[in-house]
C-alpha cells in the first residue's frame, strides 16, 4: 500500500486545513486509516484513525473536538479535518494504514506515508 498525504501548508492561529491521504495498491480500502505528527524535537505521536468501514474513529485528546477524520473509500482517501489549529498543532503529519482503528491508535501502523507540513502561526 502507498500513501501520498497532501494539504499541510502556513496557517494562522485559529484557522483551519484540510489534510488528504490517497492510498493505491494491494486493497487499500481495507485497511483502517490513520494520522500521526511530530514536532521538532520530539517524538512522532497519534492523531487520528478511522476503521476500514469508517464505523469507528479514535481521537488524541489534545485535537477532541477540533479535528475530524473521514474517508471515502470510493476514493481510496482518507481526510483530516482541523479546525480551531493551535501553534501547538505545528508538525509533520504523516498518513498511516493499519489493521485496525484501535491497533494504529497504539501505534501500530503497516504502512507509513511521506509527511505534510502543517505550520500554525500565532
Known amino acids: 500500500v502507498q500513501l501520498q498525504a497532501s494539504g499541510g501548508g502556513l496557517v494562522q492561529a485559529g484557522g483551519s486545513l484540510r489534510l488528504s491521504c490517497a492510498a493505491s495498491?494491494?486493497?487499500?480500502?481495507?485497511?483502517?486509516m490513520g494520522w500521526f505528527r511530530q514536532a521538532p524535537g520530539k517524538v512522532r505521536e497519534f492523531v487520528a484513525a478511522i476503521s476500514w468501514n469508517g464505523g469507528t474513529t479514535y481521537y488524541a485528546d489534545s485535537v477532541k473536538g477540533r479535528f475530524t477524520i473521514s474517508r471515502d473509500n470510493a476514493k481510496n482517501t482518507v481526510y483530516l479535518q482541523m479546525n480551531s489549529l493551535k501553534p501547538e498543532d505545528t508538525a509533520v503529519y504523516y498518513c498511516s494504514a493499519g489493521v485496525s482503528a484501535s491497533s494504529l491508535s497504539l501505534g501500530g501502523v503497516n504502512y507509513w506515508g511521506k509527511g505534510t507540513q502543517v505550520t500554525v502561526s500565532s
Open positions: 495498491g494491494r486493497t487499500g480500502s481495507s485497511y483502517a
